[in-house]
């Protein structure tokens, strides 16, 4: 499978528990994007990765909430302390080195993530 | 920060019935992207329009960029139950880099 691998693809965690979330982008491409969606709404950016760089993390929480793109490995977005707002749909998606204006981003399948 | 409103927020409609479902900002996006997304998936983009007042057909579907690049449409024809699903645009601008701003999406449903 070629595609945008997420997971787990169902966590559940009790409040203040920490959550990982990993995204292997599909071959050949550097560049990984993560996004929250809320039940019956749309995706809201996150943050903006490229191999060992963090390129824009303007809509990452400021606490809590932190992503990495190591060299070797997949993305991880990592949620310390959970609570139950953070209950969501996490997406991950990649394009190549450089997406441009007008190109494709994939999605992997999702991480749902349920705090109790 | 680039918003992208879409309405409806939910339609449903029967087997036959044509729609348009809207996406409007105030402010240019340089390029506007329709992604379709089934439950417990991910998107997956259907189009992308760069020209102001550009259209592109695929199938049934009828996408339309605004000549101004704030707003774009899209239209189907004779739905089936097989277009059900979250219909979301995404503007790039041209100081987004590489990233994608969202609508809240549409919701369809096509009863058979």
């Known amino acids: 499978n070629a595609g945008v691998m997420q997971n787990p693809r169902h966590l559940v965690r009790r409040r203040g528990q920490e959550a990982r979330l990993r995204c292997s982008p599909m071959?050949?491409?550097?560049?990984v994007y993560w996004y929250r969606q809320l039940p019956e709404e749309g995706l809201k950016f996150m943050v903006y990765?490229?191999?060992?760089?963090?390129?824009?993390e303007s809509g990452m929480p400021k606490e809590r909430f932190s992503a990495e793109f190591p060299k070797e490995g997949p993305s991880i977005l990592r949620i310390q302390q959970v609570v139950r707002g953070d209950s969501a749909a996490y997406f991950c998606?990649?394009?190549?080195?450089?997406?441009?204006?007008?190109?494709?981003?994939?999605f992997g399948e999702g991480s749902r993530l349920t705090v109790l | 920060t680039q918003l992208l409103e879409q309405s409806p927020q939910f339609l449903s409609i029967q087997e036959g019935e044509n729609l348009t479902v809207y996406c409007n900002s105030s402010?240019?996006?340089?390029?506007l992207q329709w992604y379709r997304q089934e439950p417990g998936e991910g998107p997956v983009l259907l189009v992308t329009?760069?020209?102001?007042?550009e259209v592109k057909k695929l199938k049934r579907l009828t996408f339309q960029f605004g000549d101004a690049r704030k707003d774009s449409s899209l239209h189907i024809t004779a739905a089936q139950p097989g277009d059900t699903g979250l219909y979301l645009c995404?503007?790039?601008?041209?100081?987004?880099?590489?990233?994608?701003?969202f609508g809240g999406g549409t919701r369809l449903m096509v009863k058979p």
């Open positions: 995404a503007g790039g601008g041209w100081n987004a880099g590489n990233m994608l701003t």
């Open positions: 329009v760069v020209t102001g007042g």
């Open positions: 071959k050949g491409h550097s560049h």
């Open positions: 402010s240019v996006f340089s390029s």
């Open positions: 990765l490229q191999k060992e760089n963090i390129i824009d």
């Open positions: 998606a990649s394009s190549p080195e450089d997406r441009g204006e007008t190109g494709e981003l994939f």
